[in-house]
């Protein structure tokens, strides 16, 4: 029996995945835990060789782990193969069937259930639909273009009715204009079928604006599970944070620490109080960090927390990056201010400037 | 001077020009072609053509042929002329012989396709490296030359072979199984001769599948078996067919193989004919057997690719 009767949709127990043997094993994945929620559109994040593939592969069937469970709704899915289990992947190269047509792509799945041909036919017009693909129903699949076919993959991988959808990486070959728009169709597919989503990826932007929670991955490790504002805002390890959006790391000595806070003293002798993740106990030479767009340039050096020397000024359109030489030295700090029409101060390369910004912009992460 | 030539050239004259050009490269494309056309004209199509008048033709008595205009090696190829009332009589030995043929030929495709298939599929599925591997080991047999290894095949079946001699000194057996000369060393002959035939065109179409699809149709609940006839099958169509034609036509042709496994008592089409032009000194029956045999070739071949292709497409 499950913990949580309904609840979780895939439970991921204690995996590991070694792959070779003897002296070039390699543990693709170290054990890893991690429940994924019903009905959620859960991420797996992190860079190419983290393990989020591997991952997604043990869930679908086409590798079995070395050691660990994985639970489908309370049930171990672990030993059964691919075709065993009521789960469906859509394909990082999509991996549609050359010598069918995108009506019988689609109706594949379904065929192999056996299910009576009146309702795969009825479950095809459905899915084409749902997918906006009805007119080319009839093409090859080697006739219809890039985006074409990440739709037919969809809808072949959703037309069985799986318990969970795996995602590998999907919209990686698309062009950028095409991959905005299928972020926003893949996430009204997933509201309209109430499947549980689980994608991968290594674009913390896709991650960021789709997920409902993500998971980070480095090394074969889950990082830190979170909502993408819990992820963004409160990072748990430095990884996370380098990984996640753009970040400063600031160079420090915790002087001082109560619960939760510590204070920490900079190269240029400023001090400055920060939050610090929980089960982590700062001490000694710690990093602190600082989202570019959660602190504010002012003219006078005194008044930032932290001073330096502009030395570069970016625009973006929508906002400017400030890159700021700290007088601790160090890399440069960046500060990002968003763009408006009555932007009153401005500021010229080569001149002074203290940074600043809030007690609660600030965290001591681990290494 | 050069001013006057500057003025825009009319848009019909420019197509002209271009079209021209695009004749004149279309003419140098053929002039490259020409060297191969000139070999198979002179040693392909020109016998052809000396075949097809020879077998109109009558026997000289002592090989060659008199140009006299005669259709009866065609009526030999059926029917034996009686010697004393010149009446003609039903006699099928050729056609038997073809039929064993065609027998031998279609039996050879399908052993070999049941057997080089999952040969070739181990290939396909081993890494780059070791494929090559692979594929220089099914190659090792032409290496030698045919008629070498079908006498080797002689000395390991005969009766005191190899295997006899080791089943014997086994005491499995008491006298020699007698394989020599009987239509199984016909059968494994060319089972031997042309299995490679069929491994690497086999081999270079499922070296090419993707195997992502094998995953996507497990994926969606194929089991192995349909994964194998609904994926695998048909996306190796291209192998599968020219395997069994080079297989198949070579086999129903094969001469060496049958002439020394078979002993001269199982003949097949191909010593038949060799015959006309030898012992037999009868070159327009054999003409009329060669083209006849090509004519069958043609026929069943065309009804092999129409069905195949339309058939795996949809199956």
């Given at each position: 029996?499950?913990e949580?009767?309904?609840k979780?949709?895939?439970?991921?127990?204690?995996?590991?995945?070694?792959f070779?043997?003897?002296?070039?094993?390699?543990?693709?994945?170290?054990t890893?835990?991690?429940?994924?929620?019903?009905?959620?559109?859960?991420?797996?994040?992190?860079p190419?060789?983290?393990?989020?593939?591997?991952?997604?592969?043990?869930?679908?069937?086409?590798?079995?782990?070395?050691?660990?469970?994985?639970?489908?709704?309370?049930?171990?899915?672990?030993?059964?193969?691919?075709?065993?289990?009521?789960v469906?992947?859509?394909f990082?190269?999509?991996?549609?069937?050359?010598?069918?047509?995108?009506?019988?792509?689609?109706?594949?799945?379904l065929?192999?259930?056996?299910?009576?041909?009146?309702?795969?036919?009825?479950?095809?017009?459905?899915?084409?639909?749902?997918?906006?693909?009805?007119a080319?129903?009839?093409?090859?699949?080697?006739?219809?273009?890039?985006?074409?076919?990440?739709?037919?993959?969809?809808?072949?991988?959703?037309?069985?009715?799986?318990?969970?959808l795996?995602?590998?990486?999907?919209?990686?070959?698309?062009?950028?204009?095409?991959?905005?728009?299928?972020?926003?169709?893949?996430?009204?597919?997933?509201?309209?079928?109430?499947?549980?989503?689980?994608?991968?990826?290594?674009?913390?932007?896709?991650?960021?604006?789709?997920?409902?929670?993500?998971?980070?991955?480095?090394?074969?490790?889950?990082?830190?599970?979170?909502?993408?504002?819990?992820?963004?805002?409160?990072?748990?390890?430095?990884?996370?944070?380098?990984?996640?959006?753009?970040?400063?790391?600031?160079?420090?000595?915790?002087?001082?620490?109560?619960?939760?806070?510590?204070?920490?003293?900079?190269?240029?002798?400023?001090?400055?109080?920060?939050?610090?993740?929980?089960?982590?106990?700062?001490?000694?030479?710690?990093?602190?960090?600082?989202?570019?767009?959660?602190?504010?340039?002012?003219?006078?050096?005194?008044?930032?927390?932290?001073?330096?020397t502009?030395?570069?000024?970016?625009?973006?359109?929508?906002?400017?990056?400030?890159?700021?030489?700290?007088?601790?030295?160090?890399?440069?700090?960046?500060?990002?201010?968003?763009?408006?029409?009555?932007?009153?101060?401005?500021?010229?390369?080569?001149?002074?400037?203290?940074?600043?910004?809030?007690?609660?912009?600030?965290?001591?992460?681990?290494? | 001077?050069?001013?006057?030539?500057?003025?825009?050239?009319?848009?019909?004259?420019?197509?002209?020009?271009?079209?021209?050009?695009?004749?004149?490269?279309?003419?140098?494309?053929?002039?490259?072609?020409l060297?191969?056309?000139?070999?198979?004209?002179?040693?392909?199509?020109?016998?052809?053509?000396?075949?097809?008048?020879?077998?109109?033709?009558v026997?000289?008595?002592?090989?060659?042929?008199?140009?006299?205009?005669?259709?009866?090696?065609?009526?030999?190829?059926?029917?034996?002329?009686?010697?004393?009332?010149d009446?003609?009589?039903?006699?099928?030995?050729?056609?038997?012989?073809?039929?064993?043929?065609?027998?031998?030929?279609?039996?050879?495709?399908?052993?070999?396709l049941?057997?080089?298939?999952?040969?070739?599929?181990?290939?396909?599925?081993?890494?780059?490296?070791?494929?090559?591997?692979?594929v220089?080991?099914?190659?090792?047999?032409?290496?030698?030359?045919?008629?070498?290894?079908?006498?080797?095949?002689?000395?390991?079946?005969?009766?005191?072979?190899?295997?006899?001699?080791?089943?014997?000194?086994?005491?499995?057996?008491?006298?020699?199984?007698?394989?020599?000369?009987?239509?199984?060393?016909?059968?494994?002959?060319?089972?031997?001769?042309?299995?490679?035939?069929?491994?690497?065109?086999?081999?270079?179409?499922?070296?090419?599948?993707?195997?992502?699809?094998?995953?996507?149709?497990?994926?969606?609940?194929?089991?192995?078996?349909?994964?194998?006839?609904?994926?695998?099958?048909?996306?190796?169509?291209?192998?599968?067919i020219?395997?069994?034609?080079?297989?198949?036509?070579?086999?129903?042709?094969?001469?060496?193989?049958?002439?020394?496994?078979?002993?001269?008592?199982?003949?097949?089409?191909?010593?038949?004919?060799?015959?006309?032009?030898g012992?037999?000194?009868?070159?327009?029956?054999?003409?009329?057997?060669?083209?006849?045999?090509?004519?069958?070739?043609?026929?069943?071949?065309?009804?092999?690719?129409?069905?195949?292709?339309?058939k795996?497409?949809?199956?």
């Amino acid at each position: 029996m499950p913990e949580h009767p309904g609840k979780n949709a895939i439970e991921v127990r204690g995996v590991r995945k070694v792959f070779g043997t003897g002296e070039n094993q390699v543990a693709a994945l170290d054990t890893v835990s991690v429940s994924i929620r019903e009905n959620e559109f859960f991420t797996l994040l992190g860079p190419s060789g983290c393990g989020k593939t591997t991952l997604l592969r043990l869930i679908a069937g086409f590798d079995f782990p070395t050691a660990g469970e994985i639970l489908l709704h309370g049930q171990d899915i672990a030993p059964l193969p691919p075709f065993k289990r009521p789960v469906n992947t859509v394909f990082q190269s999509y991996a549609l069937f050359p010598h069918m047509t995108v009506a019988q792509n689609i109706g594949f799945g379904l065929e192999m259930l056996g299910k009576p041909k009146a309702e795969i036919e009825a479950r095809v017009a459905q899915m084409l639909k749902l997918v906006k693909m009805e007119a080319l129903k009839a093409r090859r699949t080697s006739q219809i273009s890039g985006g074409q076919q990440q739709r037919v993959a969809l809808a072949r991988a959703l037309a069985p009715q799986p318990k969970v959808l795996l995602l590998d990486e999907p919209l990686s070959a698309l062009d950028y204009k095409l991959r905005k728009e299928m972020q926003i169709e893949l996430k009204r597919l997933q509201n309209e079928t109430g499947i549980t989503f689980i994608f991968v990826t290594h674009d913390q932007e896709e991650a960021l604006t789709m997920s409902d929670r993500i998971a980070v991955m480095s090394a074969g490790k889950i990082l830190q599970v979170g909502t993408p504002r819990d992820i963004y805002d409160r990072p748990a390890e430095r990884f996370v944070a380098d990984f996640i959006g753009e970040t400063n790391f600031l160079p420090g000595t915790v002087v001082s620490k109560k619960p939760g806070v510590a204070t920490v003293k900079f190269a240029s002798n400023a001090t400055i109080s920060a939050g610090y993740p929980e089960g982590f106990d700062p001490s000694g030479e710690v990093t602190l960090v600082v989202r570019p767009e959660h602190a504010d340039l002012v003219p006078d050096p005194a008044k930032g927390t932290i001073g330096g020397t502009l030395s570069n000024i970016v625009y973006f359109g929508t906002d400017t990056h400030y890159h700021v030489k700290l007088d601790g030295g160090g890399e440069d700090f960046i500060v990002r201010h968003q763009n408006s029409r009555s932007s009153a101060v401005t500021f010229e390369t080569g001149a002074k400037v203290g940074i600043q910004f809030e007690e609660d912009a600030a965290r001591v992460l681990k290494d | 001077m050069t001013t006057a030539t500057l003025s825009p050239i009319p848009l019909s004259k420019a197509a002209s020009f271009e079209a021209q050009a695009e004749k004149a490269g279309a003419r140098r494309n053929r002039l490259l072609s020409l060297p191969a056309l000139i070999i198979i004209g002179i040693f392909g199509v020109l016998p052809l053509i000396i075949i097809c008048v020879y077998s109109f033709l009558v026997a000289a008595p002592y090989g060659g042929v008199q140009w006299q205009f005669s259709t009866d090696a065609y009526l030999n190829f059926l029917f034996q002329r009686d010697i004393f009332d010149d009446t003609l009589q039903f006699t099928p030995d050729f056609l038997i012989i073809y039929l064993r043929s065609f027998l031998f030929a279609v039996v050879t495709t399908i052993i070999c396709l049941l057997l080089g298939f999952p040969t070739a599929y181990f290939m396909a599925t081993r890494s780059p490296a070791q494929r090559n591997w692979w594929v220089l080991l099914i190659t090792i047999p032409f290496w030698s030359n045919l008629l070498v290894r079908t006498l080797a095949i002689m000395f390991i079946i005969r009766d005191e072979g190899l295997i006899n001699n080791a089943l014997i000194g086994l005491g499995v057996i008491d006298k020699p199984i007698t394989m020599l000369y009987t239509n199984f060393a016909i059968q494994l002959g060319l089972l031997y001769a042309f299995l490679p035939f069929m491994v690497l065109p086999l081999y270079s179409s499922l070296e090419k599948l993707d195997f992502r699809l094998i995953e996507a149709a497990y994926d969606l609940y194929a089991t192995r078996r349909q994964v194998l006839w609904r994926v695998i099958i048909p996306l190796s169509k291209p192998g599968i067919i020219a395997g069994c034609l080079l297989v198949f036509i070579p086999a129903l042709g094969a001469y060496v193989t049958p002439l020394i496994l078979g002993g001269g008592v199982h003949l097949m089409i191909g010593d038949l004919i060799a015959q006309q032009f030898g012992s037999g000194r009868n070159w327009p029956l054999g003409c009329a057997q060669a083209l006849i045999l090509m004519a069958a070739v043609l026929v069943a071949l065309f009804f092999y690719v129409r069905n195949t292709s339309g058939k795996l497409q949809h199956g």
